[in-house]
């Protein structure tokens, strides 16, 4: 499998670091590997930096600021995740022009550079995983391969492609865990991943594998406007 590569270029030392931390943070509560590499100033990143998936830039750098980067990028028709990370906000039209993920601003509040970081990672999806107990054995399961979750008894039961995995978390917790925007809750007790939802009526819907599963009626608006936002996205 293909190794991600995340790419950070800024001209200062401090802020690389601190990106840095929050990069390596996201992807060990992701359980994604990925190579992380450090550029001080634009003509590094196109001399260097090569093939990359995901690139956070600084906008204001010495040379060629960050827009111009990220142009150049899309010029040799590299089409990795771009976020713009910078003290203002005068370039935010620029940086929709070149389809940038997200325009953040100094200093980043790390909740919202973890939700643009999934955004990043959405074409990654079968390198994150996440990390359940079962008979006392800790398993990572892969978080493409999730079909529905839902609580029987006092056990969360994930069905997966290959098989059931049972844990005790509770449901809300399982929530935390997982990727925003892709997965609904359908009804008290069940969660379904938006990428196996294969048709959808008001009151049911029908998986990949054929599975049906009635949708609670308090839930029903916010699956189908959530399934609607999923697929515009996809």
Do not use: W
Request: proline residues 1%.
């Amino acid at each position: 499998m293909k190794m991600i590569k995340i790419a950070i270029c800024d001209d200062e030392q401090v802020q690389r670091m601190l990106m840095k931390s929050m990069v390596r943070k996201y992807l060990e509560g992701a359980h994604i590997e990925a190579e992380i590499n450090e550029y001080e100033t634009s003509e590094d990143f196109l001399n260097e930096g090569g093939d990359v998936d995901v690139a956070l830039l600084d906008i204001y750098m010495p040379g060629l600021t960050g827009i111009e980067l990220a142009q150049q990028l899309r010029a040799q028709g590299n089409q990795c995740g771009i976020i713009f990370i910078t003290g203002g906000n005068e370039f935010a039209s620029e940086a929709f022009e070149v389809e940038s993920l997200s325009y953040l601003q100094k200093p980043v509040e790390y909740e919202r550079f973890q939700k643009v970081m999934d955004r990043a990672m959405r074409g990654f999806a079968r390198t994150s995983a996440i990390e359940i107990t079962e008979n006392r054995e800790t398993i990572l399961v892969y978080v493409s391969d999730i079909l529905f979750i839902e609580t029987m008894a006092r056990k969360l039961v994930l069905h997966t492609l290959a098989r059931d995995y049972e844990t005790y978390y509770a449901l809300s917790k399982m929530i935390e865990m997982l990727p925003s925007g892709e997965f609904v809750q359908i009804s008290r007790f069940v969660l379904v991943a938006l990428k196996q939802i294969k048709s959808m009526t008001d009151k049911e819907l029908i998986l990949t594998d054929g599975t049906e599963l009635q949708i609670g009626s308090k839930y029903e608006k916010d699956v189908i406007s959530k399934y609607e936002a999923y697929k515009r996205r996809a």
